[in-house]
C-alpha cells in the first residue's frame, strides 16, 4: 500500500514568513509530485509539479524533491493570509500495478497570521 | 485554461434514490476521476477511467458505477443512495498518466 505522510497541523506562521511543507513517500518508484491548494469548502487547484530532483520556483511558491530521501517539500515566501488552506501533496508513478492511480496525502493545513 | 465543471454544486436527495453526478472536461484529457472527500478522511478515489469506455475502480467503489461513453464525460451513479453517501464529490481530469490534476468544483450531496 503506498503512502503519502503529510503533518495535519496547522502550521501557523506571521505574515511575510516562510512557510515550510513537508511530505515524505513510501513508493521509491515514484516519478511525478504535486502540490495542491485547497481552500475551505472548495476544491484543490494545482499550485506545483515537479518531476525531478532539486527546486523547481513559481513566483514565491518553490518545490522541492529529493528522491533518495523519498522527500518533497512547498516553500512559500513572503507568507500572506490569503496563503492560508491546506495543502495536499500527491504522488503518481508507473509502478502501481500499471494503474498509475494518484495517492494524496492527507493535507497540510496552514494559517497566516497578519 | 482547464476547465472542468460539475453537473451541480449543491444536490439533497432521498434514500434509495438512483443519483447521477456528471462531469465534464474541456482539454481532451485522457483521464478522469471520481473522489469523494470527508472530514478527516482526505481524499478517496471511487473510480477512474483512463480512456474512453475504460474504467478502473478506486478505493471504495462500492455502491457507485460509473460511465464513460464519450471522452470529455465521466459520471458517477450511486445505484441506490444512502445516508452514508452523504459527502462531497470531486471530478478531476488529466492530460496523462504521469500528469497533474484538474479538479471541478465538486457536488456536495446529502442524502436524508
Known amino acids: 500500500q503506498k503512502e503519502v505522510e503529510q503533518n495535519s497541523g496547522p502550521l501557523s506562521v506571521p505574515e511575510g514568513a516562510i512557510a515550510s511543507l513537508n511530505c515524505t513517500y513510501s513508493?521509491?518508484?515514484?516519478?511525478?509530485f504535486f502540490w495542491y491548494r485547497q481552500y475551505s469548502g472548495k476544491s484543490p487547484e494545482l499550485i506545483m509539479s515537479?518531476?525531478?530532483?532539486g527546486d523547481k520556483e513559481d513566483g514565491r511558491f518553490t518545490a522541492q524533491l529529493n528522491k533518495a530521501s523519498q522527500y518533497v517539500s512547498l516553500l512559500i515566501r513572503d507568507s500572506q493570509p490569503s496563503d492560508s488552506a491546506t495543502y495536499l501533496c500527491a504522488v503518481r508513478d508507473p509502478t502501481s500495478g500499471g494503474s498509475y492511480i494518484p495517492t494524496f496525502g492527507r493535507g497540510t493545513s496552514l494559517i497566516v497570521h497578519p | 485554461d482547464v476547465k472542468v465543471t460539475q453537473s451541480s454544486r449543491y444536490l439533497v436527495k432521498r434514500t434509495g434514490e438512483k443519483v447521477f453526478l456528471e462531469c465534464v472536461q474541456d482539454?481532451?484529457?485522457?483521464?478522469m476521476f471520481w473522489y469523494r472527500q470527508d472530514p478527516g478522511l482526505g481524499l478517496r478515489l471511487i473510480y477512474f477511467s483512463y480512456d474512453v469506455k475504460m474504467k478502473e475502480k478506486g478505493d471504495i467503489p462500492e455502491g457507485y458505477s460509473v460511465s464513460r461513453e464519450k471522452k470529455e464525460r465521466f459520471s458517477l451513479i450511486l445505484e441506490s443512495a444512502s445516508t452514508n453517501q452523504t459527502s462531497m464529490y470531486l471530478c478531476a481530469s488529466s492530460p496523462g498518466l504521469l500528469y497533474e490534476q484538474y479538479f471541478g468544483p465538486g457536488t456536495r450531496l446529502t442524502v436524508t
Open positions: 515537479i518531476y525531478s530532483n
Open positions: 513508493d521509491r518508484g515514484s516519478q511525478s
Open positions: 482539454m481532451d484529457h485522457e483521464n
